[in-house]
């Protein structure tokens, strides 16, 4: 009896020990996680109250991931790649002749595009790109894009004939700006030497500081392509610079990339930090320093704005837009003036072919990738088909209601967790607070908003 109590407790020391080992490891791997990975050096002289934001009218559009025809519509490769992802691939060069044609009936000066210009980099849908956007310059719209993750290097740029994903040819970096001279790069103010970043001047007295965090360096052929984004020390000091420069030039900056900046939804970099620059609490502080209020982004398909405050640094509005090859397919409108800007988004999808169904088959089809996506996912923890399938169909609703914006909690559906068995609760416990963060709209409005560009 006595060896049956001294092994009883021997084991709960042990297990104790592990509980307590394995805690201590995760406050030493978060806070290890949360130290910046490069050097920066924040400013500290006095911003005005008021940044001195010059009036100007622009549209904002993000993720086209434009697909050419030419590279195959049918066949079981294609149908594969259209179900395992939720982009519209079909409708995106009509989407966006359909974005553009609406732009040109407004009164902007420029066009931002924040990145994943097309598919997977292939040639032949980046010089479609230029193309449709030149009807845009033609006009006196100047535009401006960056490169996304999809755009550069990509090892996925594929055709599809039947069963077969044939490779085709992908652009480098200086194929990239050289195909988007008329859009960035041909007039910039300044360029940095070690990636696409750059500098433009779209009005009197208004910086673009348009930054490329993208590591299309790292992709190779054969493997996965790089999502994530991170700048480099060098990048991080030309940054720097540029910031001084404007500073000392009395220009005002505002900001676009590809990756976030701010956590749209609580938890974000816990389930996706490759959507997230890396370091984005400290890229977005020494933005903020400066002056810089805006960034405009894209990457996570969902329309959603966001805001940072850094106490003495001030504060930053990441202004994410949705995907135009995703529903609900978003086009967003800003108009500068008197300290402010007025934000206001319209949708393309419900457009693009009237007096159809298609509006509700587009977000039909959204929602059924994000739940296969999800059940996928709950099927490798060992959950059950019947608790994958219930859970999945949570996530997707919330989901939906991101990438929509202006999420209502009280439109959050019941779930039931008695319906699941031991096992699907244990798991649905701890993958919560995705469907919880995601209805919980963080501050401020998202598809028409006003904000405030100058009090702390």
Same mark, same amino acid.
Request: proline share 4%; charged share 25%.
């Given at each position: 009896?006595?060896?049956?109590?001294?092994?009883?407790?021997?084991?709960?020391?042990?297990?104790?020990?592990?509980?307590?080992?394995?805690?201590?490891?995760?406050?030493?791997?978060?806070?290890?996680?949360?130290?910046?990975?490069?050097?920066?050096?924040?400013?500290?002289?006095?911003?005005?109250?008021?940044?001195?934001?010059?009036?100007?009218?622009?549209?904002?559009?993000?993720?086209?991931?434009?697909?050419?025809?030419?590279?195959?519509?049918?066949?079981?490769?294609?149908?594969?790649?259209?179900?395992?992802?939720?982009?519209?691939?079909?409708?995106?060069?009509?989407?966006?002749?359909?974005?553009?044609?609406?732009?040109?009936?407004?009164?902007?000066?420029?066009?931002?595009?924040?990145?994943?210009?097309?598919?997977?980099?292939?040639?032949?849908?980046?010089?479609?790109?230029?193309?449709?956007?030149?009807?845009?310059?033609?006009?006196?719209?100047?535009?401006?894009?960056?490169?996304?993750?999809?755009?550069?290097?990509?090892?996925?740029?594929?055709?599809?004939?039947?069963?077969?994903?044939?490779?085709?040819?992908?652009?480098?970096?200086?194929?990239?700006?050289?195909?988007?001279? #008329? /859009?960035?790069?041909? !007039?910039?103010? @300044?360029?940095?030497?070690?990636?696409? *970043? $750059?500098?433009?001047?779209? %009005?009197?007295?208004?910086?673009?500081?348009?930054?490329?965090?993208?590591?299309?360096?790292?992709?190779?052929?054969?493997?996965?392509?790089?999502?994530?984004?991170?700048?480099?020390?060098?990048?991080?000091?030309?940054?720097?610079?540029?910031?001084?420069?404007?500073?000392?030039?009395?220009?005002?900056?505002?900001?676009?990339?590809?990756?976030?900046?701010?956590?749209?939804?609580?938890?974000?970099?816990?389930?996706?930090? #490759? /959507?997230?620059?890396? !370091?984005?609490? @400290?890229?977005?502080?020494?933005?903020? *320093? $400066?002056?810089?209020?805006? %960034?405009?982004?894209?990457?996570?398909?969902?329309?959603?704005?966001?805001?940072?405050?850094?106490?003495?640094?001030?504060?930053?509005?990441?202004?994410?837009?949705?995907?135009?090859?995703?529903?609900?397919?978003?086009?967003?409108?800003?108009?500068?003036?008197?300290?402010?800007?007025?934000?206001?988004?319209?949708?393309?999808?419900?457009?693009?072919?009237?007096?159809?169904?298609?509006?509700?088959?587009?977000?039909?089809?959204?929602?059924?990738?994000?739940?296969?996506?999800?059940?996928?996912?709950?099927?490798?923890?060992?959950?059950?088909?019947?608790?994958?399938?219930?859970?999945?169909?949570?996530?997707?609703?919330?989901?939906?209601?991101?990438?929509?914006?202006?999420?209502?909690?009280e439109a959050m559906p019941a779930f039931d967790s008695g319906k699941l068995s031991l096992w699907g609760k244990i798991i649905y416990s701890q993958e919560r607070y995705v469907i919880e963060g995601?209805?919980?709209?963080?501050?401020?409005?998202?598809?028409?908003?006003?904000?405030?560009?100058?009090?702390?």
């Open positions: 009896m006595k060896k049956k109590l001294r092994f009883r407790s021997i084991a709960l020391i042990i297990v104790a020990v592990l509980i307590v080992a394995g805690v201590g490891y995760t406050a030493i791997s978060s806070y290890l996680d949360s130290r910046p990975k490069l050097q920066y050096t924040f400013n500290t002289a006095p911003v005005k109250d008021l940044v001195s934001y010059p009036d100007s009218k622009f549209a904002v559009i993000s993720d086209l991931h434009y697909y050419d025809d030419s590279l195959g519509t049918t066949g079981s490769a294609f149908e594969e790649v259209l179900g395992s992802d939720r982009k519209l691939l079909r409708e995106t060069a009509s989407l966006l002749s359909l974005a553009i044609d609406d732009i040109l009936t407004k009164d902007v000066e420029f066009v931002l595009i924040t990145g994943d210009l097309t598919k997977d980099g292939e040639l032949v849908n980046h010089t479609a790109v230029s193309w449709q956007l030149s009807r845009l310059t033609e006009k006196g719209i100047a535009v401006y894009v960056v490169p996304g993750n999809h755009d550069i290097n990509n090892p996925d740029a594929f055709k599809f004939e039947g069963d077969k994903s044939i490779s085709v040819a992908s652009v480098s970096r200086g194929e990239f700006a050289e195909i988007y001279k #008329d /859009y960035g790069y041909g !007039d910039a103010l @300044y360029k940095d030497p070690s990636s696409l *970043s $750059y500098v433009a001047e779209p %009005v009197e007295g208004l910086w673009l500081l348009a930054i490329d965090a993208t590591r299309s360096n790292e992709n190779k052929p054969g493997e996965e392509p790089v999502v994530g984004g991170k700048l480099t020390q060098a990048q991080e000091k030309w940054i720097e610079d540029v910031l001084g420069k404007a500073q000392a030039s009395g220009k005002t900056v505002v900001c676009m990339m590809h990756h976030g900046v701010v956590e749209h939804w609580k938890g974000q970099g816990k389930l996706h930090p #490759d /959507y997230l620059v890396e !370091d984005y609490p @400290y890229v977005g502080k020494l933005l903020a *320093s $400066y002056g810089v209020r805006l %960034v405009f982004t894209g990457h996570y398909h969902a329309q959603d704005i966001a805001r940072a405050d850094y106490g003495d640094s001030g504060f930053i509005y990441d202004v994410e837009t949705g995907s135009l090859a995703t529903a609900p397919c978003p086009v967003r409108y800003c108009a500068i003036s008197k300290g402010t800007v007025e934000i206001v988004s319209t949708d393309m999808v419900a457009r693009l072919k009237p007096g159809t169904d298609f509006t509700a088959e587009a977000a039909a089809f959204v929602r059924k990738t994000i739940m296969t996506e999800a059940v996928s996912v709950l099927r490798g923890y060992r959950v059950s088909e019947a608790d994958s399938s219930y859970i999945a169909d949570y996530v997707a609703s919330a989901f939906m209601a991101h990438y929509n914006g202006d999420e209502k909690t995601l209805w919980h709209d963080l501050s401020p409005a998202d598809n028409t908003v006003t904000l405030s560009l100058g009090a702390r």
